[in-house]
């Protein structure tokens, strides 16, 4: 058995990587910049709400600028009487001779900070989107090097022009792509230039690692296999992590019953992915799960086929780990963290699980499957199941879930189930730093009689009704983890954007991610991880 598994591993080592993915490899990098380009330079300048029709307040970089350019800045913006409003902006051509415009954004109110009935911190959020707002309208100006304040959270404004800048057009003509920008951060009038490009590049690999999950869940499910979701893992991660790429047979004599009895409806193989990265010696590494369903068509319970594209996005929580992994190596983080990620289809076919079949998961537990599109937990289960297997600190475990957490809480927050105060504490900590906001649920017993009354197992993969359906998938997965750290996020509210969130363009949205990986720099500077 042994030698079967890794011949198997080594094929899928070999495989070729096609067009499509050296093509992707190209973007993915310095999106190919050529050398005898026209330099278009420009510059965003944050200034702060004021009621004022006779002064601007400039953050302290923009004053700068305004000084340089010899108040002309200044001069220009008091010209009309209206003074700007958060989130609006201004351009200004021929002020200064080294850029050919020069963006004002308002950055809202000076000092917003922490809001706790919104839960996030407002001043970061404005940052943001102004940010995101002004290097969209530059790139459309035809400017291609564009220089931005860091508006006092350099961070955040890293952040907001690095997601805002991306787009998948990779299966597009090159003259309808997006064209490339080169951004940068103001610092030349800085006090301390070291520590401003370090957090520049700290909120510049946060946003990468939300691009890379955004630009998974968004690739189309012909191209984005199971096999091939690994390639990409492995390409992206291999140098930092230890990637394990694990076959179907794997998967069978680890007895993972539940997760199999999903993938067999499908001729793509399963693969089933253990990613480890060692910032630190640790015996007890931080788990990370994502479901992995590169698409769901429901199965033999099958969906209806409005809308049933947006299913290439079911390995939502798959990818929120490898982006997460992707920046928290890139990062350097001291922590030791293990990723497991089951992929497969849900296909209707001839060898597909029916509706009452009965499955065996990792641990022995047997499931009735009443409905085949509640596939996610499925295959959660034995991936939980073998995730206790490594001694975790906590496990947290991402799933575009159920249809439910969307009803309950929309786009507004990931819904977050868990049996630990002090992880949502930190979770939510983590959240209001990166604005990508989660809201705790329940995990009580109510939930879980409802999917352990079952007719012929010992649980059933539904809970009977549609009432609390993203409860009652949260306490199906309550039954495969004794970990007393352990969360789970449904996120399939989140997975994708339709203008609620500025600095996000309309598609799939990597959210979490940026959250996971605050949370994780904080699990770091505990002593135990
Ligand atoms: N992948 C879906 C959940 C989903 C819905 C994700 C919308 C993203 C957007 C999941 O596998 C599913 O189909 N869940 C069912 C569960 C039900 C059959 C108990 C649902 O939510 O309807
Ligand atoms: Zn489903
Ligand atoms: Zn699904």
Redesign the pocket.
Known sequence: MAASIVKRVSRVKKLNVSHISARYKLLTGSRHFSTSKQWNKALVLGVYENESTDSIDFTGTARKFDEKADGKISQLLLTVKKPLKCGKTRTLHAVDPEFSSVLVTCIGKRGEGYDELETVDKGRESIRAAVAKAVLQLRELGENEIEVDSCGDTEASAEGCHLALFSYDDLKAEKSRKPAVRISCATRYSQDKNSMEKEWRKGAILAEGQNLSRRLMEMPANLLTPTKFAEIVKEQLADKCEVLVRDKDWAESMKMGSFLSVARGSVEPPVFLEIEYKGRQSDSPLALVGKG?TF?T?GISIKPSQGMD??RG?MGGAACVAGSLLSVSKLQLPVHVKAFIPLCENMPSGSATKPGDVVTAMNGKTIQVD?T????RLILADALCYSEQFNPSLILDMA?????I?VALGAGAAGVFTNSDDMWNKLQKASVRSGDRVWRMPLFNHYTKKITECQLADLNN?GGSRSG?ACTAAAFLKEFVNNKNWLHLDI?GV?SNSGDVAYLGKGMSGRPTRTVIEFINLMSKETKN
Not at 373 to 376: F, L, Q, W, Y
Not at 400 to 404: D, I, S
């Open positions: 369903v769901d429901g947006a299913m079911d409905n599109d509640a596939e996610g575009t879930l159920t249809g439910a969307d539904i359906g399939a997975m």
